[in-house]
Each structure stands twice: as structure tokens, then as C-alpha cells.
């Protein structure tokens, strides 16, 4: 079984899909962590080297190599891999078990604005101009994201309550 959680920067992709893939005793990958090591370089060194277009070919690469591959994984995708080339489409068509963590703009403000040093994409960006930022970002990328099987929204609930509920989904 592949299970493959989409969302954006700070709606817990990675948290709860570690918390899900232990429960399940299935593997847990991190397209990011695993994008820094098969390129030997991190998230942060592949877009101020290379720039953002060849990070975004390395996450289509790697996303397909992952999709394609026989394992019962748990794969936690970059806020940006399904806004991409046909990579939402690659992740549907992969797998029914395609889970949009859906986190409010309010909410997402409030997590990711003591956080933008590792994030490429915002850490140039002000506190005072992270909302209207992530708003224009997040309203773009909805499209994407609501393509998604099955949305679950996550403000107020917990990670094992976010886990709980994408378990239940399993059938
Ligand atoms: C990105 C999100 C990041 C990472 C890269 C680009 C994005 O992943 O892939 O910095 O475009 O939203 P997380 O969502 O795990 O932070």
C-alpha cells in the first residue's frame, strides 16, 4: 500500500506521516530528505546552487522513482511537488490513498513564521508580508491540492487525531 500526503509548508505532512507509517509498520519517506540524499545536497543548497527549476526536475525525478517502485511506503511531498509538471496526477493515479492536509491560512501564518530559515521560499520574506504571501501562494495552489482523494482539515486537532482519521480512510 502507498499512502501519499500533500499540503502546504507547515500542515504536519511529515510529522503525521511518520506517526501513521509506524502504526502501520510500513516505511516512512521524506521527498525532501530524500531528494538531500540522493543529490548530497540540502533543500536549501540545491535552490541557492542550482536554483528552483532544477530543484523542481530533481522532485519530479525522484517523485516518479518513488511512485513507481513495488514498496509499501508512506511518502510525505515538498508543499510544492503536486503544484508541478503532472506530478498531482502521477500521485493519483499511483495511489487512491492520496491525503491533502488541509491547514488554514491563519493557522499556517502562525506555524510558519517562526520557521522560515530552512524554507527556501519564504525565509526572505517579512513577518508583516507572510500572510498576504502564503495567501496568494496557498489560493494558487489549492487547485492542486484539492485534487487530492480525500481532504482532512487539521486546524484544532492533533497530530495523532490527524493520524487517527487518515487510518480510518484506509478501507
Ligand atoms: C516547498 C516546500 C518544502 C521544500 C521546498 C519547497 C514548497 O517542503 O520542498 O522548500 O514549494 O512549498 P515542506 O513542505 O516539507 O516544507
Known amino acids: 500500500m ?78 510544492g ?9 502521477a500521485i493519483t493515479t499511483a495511489t487512491k490513498h492520496n491525503v491533502y492536509l488541509n491547514v488554514s491560512l491563519k493557522e499556517l501564518v502562525k506555524r510558519l513564521s517562526g520557521e522560515k530559515a530552512h524554507r527556501p521560499l519564504i525565509a526572505g520574506i517579512k513577518d508583516e508580508e507572510l500572510q498576504e504571501f502564503i495567501g496568494k501562494h496557498l489560493f494558487e495552489r489549492s487547485y492542486f491540492y484539492n485534487k487530492a482523494a480525500r481532504t482532512i482539515s487539521c486546524d484544532g486537532k492533533s497530530v495523532e487525531d490527524v493520524a487517527q482519521e487518515i487510518m480510518q480512510g484506509l478501507v
Open 2 to 79: 502507498k499512502i501519499v500526503l500533500v499540503g502546504y509548508m507547515g500542515s504536519g505532512k511529515s510529522t503525521i506521516g511518520k506517526l501513521v507509517a509506524k502504526q502501520l509498520k510500513i516505511n516512512f519517506l521524506d521527498l525532501d530528505e530524500y531528494i538531500e540524499k540522493a543529490e548530497g545536497k540540502t533543500i536549501d543548497q540545491l535552490f541557492s546552487d542550482n536554483g528552483e527549476l532544477y530543484f523542481r526536475k530533481k522532485e519530479f525525478f525522484y517523485l516518479n522513482e518513488i511512485l513507481s517502485s513495488e514498496s509499501d511506503i508512506l511518502l510525505s511531498t515538498g508543499g
Open 81 to 89: 511537488t503536486p503544484c508541478y509538471g503532472n506530478n498531482m496526477d
